[in-house]
């Protein structure tokens, strides 16, 4: 047996995972991007999962409660304020749960997987590792919530599919 074939690809010095993970992080940016200033067209809508332990993740008390670690949201229909800082490292949207209007603060690092069901598109990201879950924050004003009647996403149909693209 020839010795090349045993030996092992060198350790890269450039740091192609990072670089790469980030140049996905602004897909899903430019997604979110267009979301807020075009809405979604057609039956496009986005599952975003993300940590809520993240210590710059700024979510209402009772939904903390309810997801300790993680949750995943969808916006579809019922989304208003969508906004991304990249300066912040943030994106901003409202949403509605169980009829209160609640605004959530999402650092782009908390963020472990956004998909698009609607055309099989999913990427999952790294979670960054935070040892200590902060307090919760004091419930903010509910907000009102759109007029429409919301509907409910199975989350089941989607995870059902096929599999995502992972780093």
Avoid: C
């Avoid at 700024?58 to 903390?64: E, K, N, S, Y």
């Avoid at 304020?81 to 209007?101: H, K, P, Y």
């Amino acid at each position: 047996m020839d010795e090349t074939e045993n030996t092992a690809p060198p350790e890269s010095l450039l740091p192609y995972d990072e670089w790469t993970e980030e140049a996905l992080r602004q897909v899903m940016v430019r997604a979110l991007r267009h979301a807020g200033a075009n809405g979604l067209p057609g039956e496009h809508h986005f599952y975003i999962t993300f940590r809520t332990d993240h210590p710059a993740t700024v979510i209402p008390a009772r939904l903390r409660a309810q997801y300790r670690e993680e949750m995943t949201i969808v916006i579809q229909h019922q989304f208003w304020d969508l906004t991304v800082d990249e300066a912040s490292g943030m994106f901003t949207v409202g949403l509605s749960f169980n009829g209160v209007g609640s605004t959530l603060q999402i650092p782009l690092a908390a963020v472990t997987a956004f998909a698009d069901p609607y055309v099989q598109y999913g990427l999952r990201f790294r979670a960054e590792e935070h040892p200590v879950t902060p307090e919760p924050a004091e419930e903010p004003a509910a907000l009102p919530a759109p007029s429409e009647t919301p509907q409910v996403v199975s989350l089941d149909a989607f995870r059902k599919r096929g599999p995502a693209k992972e780093l």
